[in-house]
């Protein structure tokens, strides 16, 4: 097996498409489907990245020795993927170009990754702070609901707001922030329950 197959294979159990890993992670999406489908080699740093993310080790991804299981550690500092900005709409970058990490906040692991908020979207007090996330699941999870979450739509938005179930529609959830309408009735991807947020 070559080191693309072990990250489909890694990918797949925790989201169907490569673009919904992709968006959940911050990575640009034709960067991160070329590693998947074997157009574009590994670096170790890289494979480093997504073995964080998919909960396996950089070797395994790499060579294939090792077992696929890794233990999420502890890191001393966390990546920041992005920005919410008015709306709280989430903005990534090309990985390449985000360098910037932060010290990391109690109770993060290896696969802990931050976004800064600029703006009051959710609130003029959070301006310049940092939300942290990790543990992606797909679909919603019970203990999400109501829970401020960061949270992938499948129009591509990428969102910090509270998950509340929608009343009449299975499947269906409102996102509901502090400043703004909520948005109603609407199908999350993928979310993430908010670890921490502090001003940067």
């Known amino acids: 097996m070559e080191p693309y197959q072990r990250l489909q294979q890694a990918r797949s159990k925790a989201f169907d498409q490569a673009v919904d890993a992709a968006r959940a992670y911050g990575w640009t999406e034709s960067t991160y489907i070329s590693h998947e489908n074997g157009t574009r080699g590994l670096r170790a740093s890289v494979a480093k990245r997504y073995a964080k993310a998919f909960k396996v080790t950089a070797e395994?991804?790499?060579?294939?020795?090792?077992?696929?299981?890794?233990?999420?550690?502890?890191?001393?500092?966390?990546?920041?993927?992005?920005?919410?900005?008015?709306?709280?709409?989430?903005?990534?970058?090309?990985?390449?170009?985000?360098?910037?990490?932060?010290?990391?906040?109690?109770?993060?692991?290896?696969?802990?990754?931050?976004?800064?908020?600029?703006?009051?979207?959710?609130?003029?007090?959070?301006?310049?702070?940092?939300?942290?996330?990790?543990?992606?699941?797909?679909?919603?999870?019970?203990?999400?609901?109501?829970?401020?979450?960061?949270?992938g739509l499948r129009d591509g938005r990428i969102l910090v707001k509270q998950i509340k179930r929608s009343a009449g529609r299975k499947g269906l959830y409102h996102l509901i922030s502090n400043e703004g309408p909520p948005i109603l009735d609407v199908e999350i991807e993928w979310a993430a329950k908010v670890l921490n947020m502090v001003p940067r």
């Open 60 to 151: 395994w991804l790499l060579y294939g020795d090792t077992k696929p299981a890794g233990k999420a550690v502890k890191s001393e500092t966390v990546r920041v993927v992005g920005y919410v900005g008015a709306g709280a709409q989430a903005y990534f970058d090309d990985p390449g170009d985000l360098t910037d990490e932060v010290p990391a906040p109690e109770g993060s692991t290896d696969e802990t990754v931050a976004v800064e908020v600029r703006g009051d979207s959710l609130g003029p007090l959070f301006d310049r702070w940092l939300v942290f996330y990790d543990d992606v699941h797909r679909p919603v999870t019970p203990d999400q609901i109501n829970r401020l979450c960061v949270v």
